[in-house]
């Protein structure tokens, strides 16, 4: 399932230069765009054509600018919605042998798609999509040729059954983990193996199995225990379709950018965050998926310690997984920087039997093995963390202080949504908001994110953030005194506004002297333990990419609920 976001034009307006950022796995197999997509290679007749992978979706279809050349066709048209419908491709299937991650299939079904709406195509230099999910009777091209009075079973096979047909020998699985853009260590490598495990990660065989839900789904649907932030679980209604041992129904897709999810759940999760605030209806863009109207608008040095709970199993998140870096244009002609929640609103695809999609943002933190089963075994799915905890936000925190370094000003998103909306956010009147209010850079950010941390959290959050975490785990109490200045002070200024009397002038000046005094102290701590840390990480170690800019026409949330497979 692709999904695309019918992206509405002002979102065009941020990319007329796009940039493609490509970086290879070790393997080359897989590409990685700009965290966006993953894709791999095909040849078709001599022709080597980029492709989508796609855990969401199970047909194959391809549209080169030049055409496919000559195939054998079928004669049948098929389409293929995605997202919520209106993106959809057509064409007529066609027989072909193709080759994929060292197989050649002699005679694969595919569509020859001679309309494709809402995707970008091959603007982008993808030109198809390989689908990696189940075959049915019921859906998809095998059900178009059976239609069409062919034998869609024999001839409509998926890439991936051909693949395990002509191999009956080797297990019916494949097994891919998806790299990071832009983090310091390239935490995360890419990796897509087809009935054979990657070497590195053999391991993962042997961890639990987290069998499809309900079993007959053919999609890959699992149950999963729901989220926790800062270790704290967020609330989040059970579905009533789900066991009572599990709560959710989630599907793993890597054509879906980001996570999504019901707007509840997702202002469960970033309300928990420390100086985030939520911009309604908001001229900010949101992440990936432009059926949100709403961002969540999350201090750009501040990491959201992520969990994502499978059999009571926590999966750490890395957190440049959970904010999205943006630059735009304010209303007054100023860039501005500043960081989104990557967890959206699923609108319509998160209201049924799935309550989310789990896509990029949560497969770059495990490798994965999606097993067909066999004749006694379900499919299922094994997970093996790739994510450290307390180097992921290490890592977090330099990847964002360089890039806030270069960049555009980052306002703080009390400041920044009255800016671009001309609205407070809900919850930031008094002295909520100004606790956070300043640039990371200069330090007072760093009271969000110090104080937030729990378990090992407390670790993570501190010393290799930027010079204001630092700060403020250094000296726990000097920030907690400052939220309490800040709160008094915005008090005062309450006060000030509604008296014209002065008697409160000489308490607001001896609060703002206080608040100066710690602000001056957590600057110099800021700057002590800014150098501490340059001097033990030395820059050498950062390859920080620069150009992070996210190109919208890519498509952000690439997953679609692929009508066929819908709520089976
Ligand atoms: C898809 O193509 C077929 C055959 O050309 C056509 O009949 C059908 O109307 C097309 N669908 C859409 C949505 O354009
Ligand atoms: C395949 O699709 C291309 C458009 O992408 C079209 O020009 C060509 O005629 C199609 N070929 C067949 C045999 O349908
Ligand atoms: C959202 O904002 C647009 C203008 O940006 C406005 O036309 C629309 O009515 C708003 N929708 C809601 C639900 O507030
Ligand atoms: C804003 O940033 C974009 C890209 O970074 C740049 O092309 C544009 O000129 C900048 N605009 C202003 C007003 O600085
Ligand atoms: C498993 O099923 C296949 C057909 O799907 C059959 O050919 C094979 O003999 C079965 N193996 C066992 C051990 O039952």
């Known amino acids: ?213 309900p079993p007959t ?36 897709d890597t054509g879906t950018t980001n996570i999504l999810v019901r707007p509840e759940v997702r202002d469960a999760i970033y309300s928990r965050v420390p100086g985030a605030f939520l911009a309604k209806n908001s001229s900010l863009r949101t992440s990936h998926w432009g059926a949100d109207h709403d961002a969540w608008i999350v201090p750009c040095s ?75 075994t379900s499919p299922y799915v094994q997970f093996l963390s790739q994510t450290n905890e307390w180097e992921s936000t290490q890592d977090f925190a330099h990847v964002r202080q360089q890039q806030l370094a270069t960049g555009a000003k980052e306002l703080n998103p009390t400041d920044l949504i009255r800016l671009f909306d001309g609205v407070s956010p809900p919850g930031s009147s008094g002295s909520g908001s100004s606790s956070s209010d300043s640039t990371p850079s200069s330090g007072g950010s760093s009271s969000n994110t110090g104080g937030s941390s729990s378990s090992s959290g407390s670790t993570t959050g501190g010393s290799s953030s930027s010079s204001g975490s630092s700060s403020s785990s250094d000296c726990p109490s000097g920030s907690g005194s400052s939220k309490v200045l800040a709160g008094n002070l915005a008090d005062s200024a309450a006060a000030s506004s509604d008296s014209n009397s002065s008697k409160y002038w000489p308490i607001i000046i001896g609060l703002l002297a206080a608040n100066l005094l710690v602000v001056l102290v957590l600057a110099f701590l800021g700057v002590v333990s800014f150098v501490r840390q340059r001097r033990s990480v030395g820059p050498t170690r950062v390859h920080y990419v620069p150009t992070k800019t996210k190109d919208d026409s890519l498509m952000r949330s690439s997953f679609a609920e692929d009508r066929p497979y819908a709520d089976n």
């Open 1 to 213: 399932m692709l999904f695309s976001a019918a992206l509405p034009a002002v979102f065009l307006l941020f990319s007329a230069n796009p940039l493609f950022v490509a970086a290879d796995d070790i393997d080359d197999d897989i590409k990685n765009v700009q965290n966006n997509r993953y894709t791999s290679t095909l040849t078709l007749g001599g022709k080597t054509i980029s492709v989508i992978l796609d855990t969401g979706s199970t047909d194959l279809w391809l549209n080169p600018y030049d055409g496919v050349g000559s195939f054998e066709s079928t004669g049948v048209s098929h389409e293929i919605h995605y997202g919520e419908g209106a993106t959809f491709i057509n064409g007529t299937i066609g027989l072909a042998e193709i080759s994929i991650a060292g197989h050649t299939i002699p005679r694969q079904a595919f569509i020859n798609a001679t309309q494709v709406v809402g995707l970008e195509a091959c603007s982008s230099g993808i030109c198809g999509l390989v689908g990696l999910g189940f075959d049915s009777p019921t859906a998809g091209i095998e059900k178009a040729l059976t239609d069409g009075g062919l034998d869609g079973p024999t001839i409509g096979k998926s890439v991936l059954s051909s693949i395990f047909d002509m191999n009956p020998d080797k297990g019916r699985f494949f097994a891919f983990s998806l790299s990071r853009l832009g983090d310091v260590k390239d935490t995360a490598d890419a990796s897509l193996s087809i009935a054979e495990y990657d070497p590195k990660y053999s391991a993962v065989q042997w961890l639990a199995k987290r069998p499809v839900y």
């Open 217 to 252: 789904a053919k999609s890959w649907r699992i149950l999963a225990d729901g989220v926790t932030v800062d270790g704290y679980p967020v609330p989040w209604t059970a579905n009533a379709a789900s066991t009572p041992s599990a709560n959710h129904i989630v599907l793993l």
């Open 302 to 376: 501040t990491p959201v310690n992520f969990g994502a709970i499978f059999g009571g199993q926590p999966y750490p998140l890395h957190p440049l997984d959970l904010t999205d870096m943006r630059t735009q244009v304010g209303p007054d002609g100023v860039n501005y920087t500043y960081c989104v929640g990557s967890i959206t609103n699923g609108g319509t695809i998160t209201t049924g039997s799935t309550d989310a999609l789990y896509g990029d943002s949560f497969l770059r933190n495990v490798y994965t093995v999606f097993s067909f089963g066999d004749n006694t």
